[in-house]
């Protein structure tokens, strides 16, 4: 087994609370955040001492709003990180950035504590529509933090976008998408919009007083983003994200391939050891009780093989049928020829040599069920 790691830091602070968000975030918690960055580092401390010889490919610090915190505290905590791991020298470190809490100071400090990617949460470029959704930032303001970002020496930046956002069309999002790359960004993701129960986006569709597009139109929508993207020379490397080459989110990656991955903060899960785990979501309960980590789970081999299945057909690469054959000692083309034969007939999937990938991703969760279906 490999013995690197990568490292998830969650800081579940937001200005406020976004109409389509589910994450675990709290608005209006300022009073919480010294408490917290304390408890994050106890936190820290523990994995630390348990996992002494691991080392550090990358770090990802998200939310939740990271940039909202003073730039001193993002420098104290990746420092803290370094003090108690060994990081490797060429990690990836990552901050998420919301563009209305970037500011110049900030952006020193995370530059000084050896932050090296951006990833800014833009979602739209259209001011109407983030209203709508309940952002608190407009387009100039992503533009302008962009530029100065740039000019501060960063290079690896990265922006979000949703796709099936109210009134987007194909016409719109290749528009946005071309808006944005002129920036330089070195890395776009674009979501298909989720609609969560719970949140405020769920209710507003239930009652009809906001419309998304419907299930063609959101393919479509996903391919002509595709297409877009590929002419401004981002390639796809997994069916959300888009790189210049080189700049491949390496902390994702990780994920993909089902590689050991620590998850502090509340909310926040883990992968160590063949066992996942989950720390609480409650955040006074988080900052008040000592750590443990909590609801470890060994993962039954059902888990372990859907897992596997869908990262890997979510990726371009596709699925490794050798690794897969080792992984589970069985032969993948012989446990799944039903699926592999359908899908190939109807060509949703090509199968090379020793990889099986998807050809159509805008219908990829159609595709990977056919799989599911085959595990017992
Ligand atoms: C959890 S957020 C944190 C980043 C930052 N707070 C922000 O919103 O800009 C990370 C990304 O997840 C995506 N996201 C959040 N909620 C989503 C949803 N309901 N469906 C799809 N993507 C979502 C957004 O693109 C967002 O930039
Ligand atoms: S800013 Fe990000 S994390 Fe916070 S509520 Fe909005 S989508 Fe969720």
Redesign the pocket.
């Known amino acids: 087994m490999s013995n690197s790691i990568s490292i998830y830091i969650h800081i579940p602070f937001?200005k406020s609370?976004?109409i389509y968000?589910d994450?675990v975030?709290f608005p209006n918690c300022e009073k919480f955040f010294d408490t917290y960055l304390e408890k994050v580092k106890q936190e820290i401390d523990y994995h630390a001492s348990k996992l002494k010889n691991r080392n550090v490919k990358t770090i990802f610090i998200g939310?939740?709003?990271p940039s909202l915190l003073g730039g001193e505290d993002i420098f104290n905590l990746v420092t803290f990180v370094l003090q108690k791991f060994s990081v490797s020298k060429q990690a990836e470190i990552t901050i998420e950035v919301?563009p209305e809490s970037f500011t110049k100071e900030k952006a020193l400090w995370w530059k000084k504590a050896g932050i090296n990617r951006l990833s800014f949460?833009l979602q739209s470029d259209d001011d109407i529509v983030l209203k709508k959704l309940g952002r608190i930032h407009n387009f100039s303001q992503f533009q302008n933090a962009v530029k100065e970002a740039k000019s501060l020496g960063f290079s690896n930046i990265s922006a979000d976008v949703l796709l099936g956002l109210p009134n987007q069309t194909p016409q719109k999002i290749r528009q946005t998408l071309r808006k944005i790359a002129k920036l330089g960004l070195a890395h776009i993701s674009a979501y298909g919009l989720q609609v969560e129960k719970g949140t405020k986006l769920f209710e507003l569709i239930k009652n009809e007083q906001i419309k998304l597009p419907d299930e063609d139109l959101s393919n479509e929508i996903y391919n002509s983003a595709y297409l877009e993207l590929k002419e401004l020379g981002f390639h796809r490397y997994e069916i959300s994200n888009f790189s210049k080459k080189g700049f491949e989110c390496q902390h994702n990656q990780n994920y993909w391939v089902r590689g050991e991955f620590l998850g502090i903060g509340a909310g926040a899960y883990g992968f160590i050891d063949g066992a996942h785990y989950e720390n609480t979501s409650n955040l006074v309960d988080y900052i008040k009780k000592d750590y443990v980590p909590q609801n470890i789970e060994k993962e039954s081999k059902k888990t372990k093989m859907e897992e596997t299945i869908m990262l890997a057909l979510r990726t371009e690469k596709g699925l490794n049928i050798s690794n897969f054959n080792k992984t589970f000692n069985i032969d993948f083309c012989e446990k799944f020829k039903p699926a592999l034969d359908k899908l190939s007939q109807q060509k949703l999937i090509k199968i090379t040599k020793n990889h099986i990938k998807i050809t159509n991703f805008s219908i990829s969760n159609a595709i990977i069920l056919q799989f599911f279906m085959l595990i017992d």
Do not use: H, Y
């Open positions: 937001c609370k976004c968000c994450f975030s939310g939740g709003t919301n949460g």
